[in-house]
């Protein structure tokens, strides 16, 4: 069990340039989830997959991200036109269709200047 | 809506000064209520979950409780390794399998 691993670690990015992350879940987990965190917050609810259909979109999920799952193993999140505001840290999560308890990777933290 | 609130924000312990963190919440139906302890730049590490009122969990120096309103993390004897942010969430059975998370307690362990 190598644990959930997210890619990149960092990313610096300019306002209007588009960015992807990939995320790359527990194994045997068919549950994938998204959530992002700024400073002194807890995390924010974006998305969740099972396998590759994605069933649940929070309001905090612009037109400017999408997110996929092609062949329900690893994830991508794409904030397409960047703007200030979506620096933050950007956590994936993945869980067992046999437990609620959600286990998450390292987090990509985005800066957008 | 579904509402988490921990105090305090910020807690200074000395080393072997136990303590508890609170976790006040609102739920339509609780599905589970999770704490998960976050070091700084790092993803949240899950510790615990609770289901039901009056069910107790516990890890070395960490035991969690559950009402039908808050839950505690209580801190026996800290180690200056227990600093860390601790976050408490939950999960309500008609909302999908979101986490609500509160804004966590920042917990520092003095020598």
């Known amino acids: 069990d190598t644990g959930v691993s997210q890619d990149p670690r960092h990313k610096i990015t300019k306002r209007g340039q588009n960015v992807t992350f990939r995320c790359d879940p527990i194994?045997?987990?068919?549950?994938l989830y998204w959530y992002r965190q700024t400073l002194g917050q807890g995390p924010e609810f974006l998305t969740y997959f099972q396998n590759e259909a994605q069933l649940e979109k929070s309001r905090l999920l612009s037109d400017r991200f999408s997110a996929e799952r092609p062949k329900g193993s690893f994830s991508t999140l794409e904030i397409q036109r960047t703007e200030q505001g979506d620096s933050a840290m950007y956590l994936c999560?993945?869980?067992?269709?046999?437990?609620?308890?959600?286990?998450f990777g390292p987090g990509t933290r985005l800066t957008v200047t | 809506e579904d509402q988490v609130t921990q105090s305090p924000e910020a807690l200074r312990l000395q080393e072997g000064e136990s303590s508890s963190l609170n976790c006040s919440y609102t739920?339509?139906?609780?599905?589970?209520l999770f704490w998960y302890r976050q070091d700084p730049g790092k993803g949240p590490e899950f510790l615990f979950t609770?289901?039901?009122a009056g069910e107790e969990k516990e890890k070395e120096r960490l035991k969690a409780t559950l009402t039908k309103k808050e839950s505690f993390l209580h801190i026996t004897a800290p180690k200056p390794e227990d600093s860390a942010t601790y976050l408490c969430?939950?999960?309500?059975?008609?909302?999908?399998?979101?986490?609500?998370f509160g804004k966590g307690t920042s917990l520092l362990v003095t020598p």
């Open positions: 969430a939950v999960q309500a059975r008609d909302s999908g399998y979101a986490l609500n």
């Open positions: 194994s045997e987990h068919n549950r």
């Open positions: 999560a993945s869980s067992s269709d046999r437990a609620y308890e959600q286990y």
């Open positions: 609770l289901y039901s």
């Open positions: 739920v339509s139906g609780l599905r589970g």
